[in-house]
């Protein structure tokens, strides 16, 4: 297709007729993997002579090409450019991208981004020449504009793959300095030398932002771009030709200049310029920059924000870098010294107007509080405000130099609130006491741990915030609601003022403004978690509740939802009458929040945040209900909805809070649904397809699948849940490239249905066994290998002849078994046992090899049997010592039991419980399994750092399983008696191998196994009679 039928083409595919574009789209799918098509399309880009609406919709279709294509994505992907396009192509980018006008500009430099990132070094060497070769000549704008594309390839590069920047860097330099040197020099410059300042300034904070080339170690180099940098923040920006619209202005090239050159010396001064922090081949570089520089800039800045006296102008961004390097040099002594004589007037005449509600706010507070009210709560806003940085100086300055400025500032404050107090009404100084109250606001940390102040906070906020609450200044009634909260949970010596905060706190929900609202909803989440006697808040609940939804409804704020959650965290149960209209609420709030989030497209959003925290409060809701079944049937179809769409790819940033909604709905409702049941294939996709990274939370549903709901994962054969299991599990252990830490729910899993289905499941036996030995033979950590164990051991108690012959088969009895004991007998130097650290493990292991001990005399000899018995032994002390130890922990029971008499290895090892931080997981209450299922996941989720962890080997907070049920010691002694009855003479040979010792313990476990009967007897007549 040549030239003019191509623009035709992209003309037609302007069209406002549906049919035209759809047809010219089809064209150009159709030719676009032509020879030369790349070509063609630069060609008409460059065009000045065709339309400019065909040239955007060219340079469009380039950059989305040229992202797609320029490099194949996959291995094995053939390349779908040829080589001598792609070389025509670089050729002529460089040529053309300095000739079209900034719109085209901007498209053709992603592509040459795109270029540069899969190319250069190696496929495109001649670039950096053609860039030197340009900062020579008279192309030195394109050759800037490159050198920044390439610069910024290596930005966060670091270690060996920043080597080309050392070379880009060594080569374009010298160059880059004269040219800096000369333009700003440059008498009376036009806005063009100001944008070239700026790319160098880019370039150079790219080179730098890691690390400090080698080139700039050199004194004298740096010491000549030190003289550029400080040139440029000394000297004032032109007062000519400045926009007069304030966003056009703090956009002006020159003050974009003056930004980058704070930005660079601040990175300077804070990475490179304290030799505290540096490695040893540069604390050199950090004495000299902070002998020669740091203070020279210190000078530069305080004089600069001189500039806010006079009623001058500088943009936020730039006067909040300025103050982050004065914040920074407050630790250090020599900086602070420079600081010092001017900080008072620093302080009351900078920072505290900067701090002080002004024109600018009250202009958005009036024309778009919902704005006023994002930027407030929005974190990257503070990255620009000065405020905040004026807030964050203040702070520092208490926290560094507190004993020289703490009642000094403290002193200048409360003047202020005087004053304030003193005027008549119409002459109040309503934005110096906002500021006043910001600064008490952000120092609350420091005056709540110091006197006197810590015993004036009381009546400072009595006498000087409570009045307020009912200010006719709407900022001030908000500013009085958010210190209110800062200080909710100290001790009130007088509970109705603690009374009055709230009810005035709760009142401001109300308010006709809408930011006063929304600081109140923040401010209450501290009186909530403060409050003491719920009582306070009780009888106003259901009000509560309606504000919040009102505001919801108004504004997209996760803070409006961590607050609701505080609440339902507190009241627990008590929520359950406003369960379902609370869920019914947030579910709406959620999708609301979502489709704002998808519109805006924006990482950081407040609609994603917000619709985060709909589903965290979901959770919160359903764990304060978790004992009231009946509700989730009420619940469920609400959040279906929302659970069937973020099971999919469209949830994978929700998808752990996605999980955990669908673990409560599968662990407490009555009964698994089949519409529920419909979600296992969504989890088992995202588990195949993207969601291995959490396989932990996947878990934790699944086992309520097949252990709340086994008829039908047994007998459901459309879709074949098993099958579906097995496929998702077998793949998974027999991935080599997965690590072990990643697959370790997988073994959990198949515990989980050997446990379940005992007697139900023959036919899977040895596929399990095959991949889970398979996988034990390759497996280095030693929790995984523990896991794997346990699915043997789970195999035997579920089948001990079966699981027996499938080891034979296999080849491997011995192999295991003998891995097994050896195990069972790792020790730490401290005595500690290195592998089966859980009461769980231990429990499972001594069932296991229990049930061992029931098979034929062909299968497992004598002298099998006494080694496996004297194992028993030994775990069942093991276990006894670690469930008693659990009870101390608990109760603060330091009472023996009867088993005083038994001695162990491990009985004088004071750190085997702590280390394993165990809890009690064979207790029949079920209520603190309850209220923390939203956290299983996590507790399964072991410390990838070390293989060693103590947190693999917690019994945490376990899930439940029907060998609850069992307790091992009953087992072990109804399985010996049974061997004595059936085979008298093998129970007699194996009593006769044992020592004294061994004796004895068999007597104890006896005796003891007769007592946890008795104790499950009693257990069992007690829920049986009911309280």
Not at 2 to 28: F, G, T
Not at 32 to 41: C, E, G, I, T
Not at 72 to 94: A, C, F, Y
Not at 632 to 652: H, K, N, S, Y
């Amino acid at each position: 297709m040549d030239v003019p039928s191509l623009a035709v083409i992209l003309q037609a595919s302007l069209s406002p007729l549906p049919e035209q574009r759809k047809a010219a789209e089809e064209s150009l799918n159709q030719f676009q993997y032509a020879p030369q098509h790349l070509v063609r399309l630069l060609q008409i880009i460059v065009d000045g002579n065709c339309d400019t609406a065909i040239r955007q919709a060219a340079s469009i279709h380039f950059k989305n090409f040229v992202a797609k294509n320029w490099s194949p994505h996959e291995p094995g992907e053939q390349q779908k450019i040829s080589t001598t396009d792609k070389d025509m192509v670089r050729e002529n980018l460089l040529l053309f991208i300095m000739q079209v006008p900034p719109l085209l500009r901007s498209q053709l430099g992603e592509c040459l981004k795109t270029i540069i990132h899969d190319d250069y070094p190696e496929q495109w060497p001649s670039l950096l020449h053609w860039i030197k070769h340009n900062l020579q000549g008279q192309q030195v704008y394109g050759a800037l504009y490159v050198l920044r594309i390439l610069s910024r390839k290596y930005e966060f590069k670091s270690d060996e793959e920043r080597t080309p920047a050392y070379l880009i860097v060594e080569e374009t330099f010298p160059y880059l300095l004269s040219i800096f040197n000369g333009l700003v020099q440059t008498a009376n410059p036009m806005l063009e030398v100001a944008d070239l300042i700026k790319l160098i300034c880019k370039i150079f904070w790219s080179s730098i932002y890691l690390e400090i080339p080698k080139q700039l170690f050199d004194a004298n180099v740096f010491n000549a771009w030190m003289i550029v940098f400080l040139n440029i923040l000394e000297r004032p920006v032109p007062s000519e030709g400045q926009p007069t619209d304030p966003e056009l202005r703090k956009l002006w090239s020159w003050w974009k200049v003056k930004k980058w050159t704070v930005h660079i010396l601040n990175r300077l001064y804070t990475r490179f310029g304290d030799s505290k922090l540096q490695k040893p081949e540069n604390k050199a570089f950090a004495q000299m920059f902070q002998k020669n520089y740091a203070g020279k800039i210190l000078e530069c800045h305080l004089n600069s924000l001189n500039v806010i006296l006079e009623g001058g102008y500088i943009p936020d961004r730039v006067i909040n870098l300025t103050l982050q390097y004065l914040t920074n040099s407050i630790s250090k002594n020599s900086m602070y010294q420079l600081l010092e004589p001017r900080l008072d007037m620093f302080l009351s005449e900078i920072i505290f107007p900067l701090m002080c509600f002004n024109d600018d706010d009250q202009k958005l507070w009036n024309d778009d509080p919902h704005e006023y009210v994002r930027k407030g709560y929005d974190i990257i806003e503070d990255l620009y405000s000065p405020r905040t940085a004026s807030m964050d100086f203040v702070s520092e300055l208490v926290r560094k130099r507190g004993k020289e400025n703490l009642q000094k500032f403290i002193q200048f404050i409360v003047d202020i609130l005087v004053r304030y107090d003193e005027a008549l009404i119409e002459n109040k100084p309503y934005r110096k006491k906002d500021g006043a109250l910001l600064a008490i606001g952000t120092l609350c940390d420091k005056l709540r741990r110091t006197e006197p102040y810590k015993s004036e906070l009381e009546r400072m906020l009595v006498q000087h915030v409570f009045p307020e609450f009912s200010s006719p200044a709407g900022h001030l009634r908000a500013k009085a609601a958010w210190v209110a909260g800062q200080y909710a949970d100290i001790n009130f010596s007088d509970q109705n003022n603690f009374r009055k905060a709230l009810h005035s706190v709760v009142s401001g929900l109300q308010d006709s403004e809408l930011p006063v609202r929304v600081d109140s909803v923040f401010a209450l989440r501290s009186f909530v978690e403060a409050c003491k006697d719920l009582d306070e808040i009780r009888p106003i609940l259901p009000q509560l509740l309606d504000e919040f939804f009102k505001l919801m409804n108004e504004v997209e704020n996760e803070d409006l939802v961590f607050t609701l959650e505080s609440i339902v965290d507190k009241f627990g149960e008590e929520m359950a009458p406003y369960a379902l209209g609370l869920c019914q609420n947030l579910a709406f709030a959620f999708w609301k929040f979502m489709d704002t989030s998808e519109a805006d497209d924006e990482s950081e959003d407040p609609g994603a945040l917000a619709a985060v925290g709909c589903l965290r409060a979901i959770s919160t809701i359903l764990e304060s209900v978790s004992r009231i079944p009946h509700l989730f049937i009420q619940i469920e179809p609400i959040l279906l909805p929302i659970m069937r769409r973020m099971l999919t790819t469209d949830g994978q940033e929700i998808f752990e809070e996605v999980l955990d909604i669908v673990s409560y709905m599968t662990f407490s409702s009555p009964t698994i649904s089949l519409e529920m049941w419909n979600l296992w294939p969504l989890m088992m996709e995202a588990l195949a397809e993207w969601a291995i990274d959490f396989f932990e939370n996947i878990l934790v549903p699944l086992y309520n699948y097949i252990s709340r709901s086994t008829t039908h994962f047994l007998t459901c054969k459309d879709p074949d849940y098993q099958q579906s299991l097995w496929h998702m599990l077998s793949s998974i252990m027999a991935d080599k490239n997965m690590e072990d830490h990643d697959i370790e729910p997988a073994p959990k899993l198949i515990e989980v249905v050997f446990q379940n289905c005992k007697g139900q499941v023959d036919q899977w036996v040895e596929p399990y066994l095959r991949i889970t030995v398979d996988r034990l033979q390759r497996t280095e950590r030693p929790y995984l290998k523990c896991l794997l164990v346990l699915v043997i051991a789970d195999a035997l108690y579920y089948n001990a002849s079966l699981t027996f012959r499938v080891l034979q088969k296999l080849g491997v009895a011995t192999e295991v078994f003998n891995l097994w004991f050896q195990m069972l007998q790792q020790v730490k130097e401290s005595g500690i046992h290195v592998n089966f650290r859980r009461e769980h493990d231990k429990k499972v292991c001594c069932l296991g090899l229990t049930s061992l001990l029931t098979l034929p005399a062909d299968q497992l000899p004598t002298e099998a049997m006494e080694r496996v018995f004297r194992a028993i032994l030994e775990l069942l002390v093991a276990y006894k010592d670690q469930v008693a130890e659990s009870g101390k922990e608990e109760n603060g029971d330091d009472d023996d039991d009867a088993m005083d008499g038994i001695q162990t290895d491990e009985e004088d090892d004071e750190d085997s419980d702590n280390e394993m931080g165990v809890d009690d997981e064979d207790g029949d209450e079920a209520g603190l399994k309850l209220q923390k299922l939203a956290g299983q996941a996590k507790a399964f989720q072991p410390d990838e750092d070390d293989d060693d962890s103590d947190e693999d080997f917690s019994d945490g907070e376990e899930l439940e399983s029907p060998i609850d049920e069992v307790d091992p010691f009953v087992f072990f002694v109804d399985t010996i008696k049974a061997i004595q009855v059936s085979n008298p003479a093998r129970f007699q040979n194996l009593m006769q191998t044992l020592d004294f010792h061994n004796q004895a313990l068999v007597n104890s476990i006896a005796l003891h196994a007769e007592e946890r009967r008795a104790e499950i007897e009693k257990v069992k007549l007690e829920k049986a009679v009911g309280p």
